[in-house]
């Protein structure tokens, strides 16, 4: 089993920056995988980013390419998404998932992962 807590949503205005945060416990190879998934009223989840552990490689959604950049503290077990140029179609509840597989990653389906945290609101106006 794989804990992840998410921080760092919040209110920002359009064109501004947010850092969300997702802490993984314990260190484990079910948390391999981690990646961002968002989820907007009456929309579905839709998948965000990913970060495969083992290489270092790094997954985009094609809405948010060149303005979200990935980062892991390996130290920390934790993965950072830094989110730039934000624009009101970002507002969404943001969720942390892990998952052992790489192509949990690569697709970014959210039917994938197997371990899900509670979720942190962005909202951007």
């Known amino acids: 089993h794989v804990q992840l807590v998410e921080s760092g949503g919040g209110s920002v205005q359009v064109g501004g920056s947010l850092r969300l945060s997702c802490a993984a416990s314990?260190?484990?190879?079910?948390?391999?995988?981690m990646g961002w998934f968002r989820q907007a009223p009456g929309k579905e989840r839709e998948g965000v980013a990913g970060f495969y552990r083992a290489d270092a490689e790094t997954y985009y959604a094609d809405s948010v390419k060149g303005r979200f950049t990935l980062s892991r503290d390996n130290a920390k077990n934790t993965l950072y998404l830094q989110m730039n140029s934000l624009k009101p179609e970002d507002t969404a509840m943001y969720y942390c998932a892990a998952d052992p597989n790489r192509w949990a990653c690569q697709t970014l389906g959210h039917s994938y992962f197997d371990y899900w945290g509670q979720g942190t609101q962005v909202t951007v106006s």
């Open positions: 314990p260190y484990t190879d079910n948390s391999r995988c």
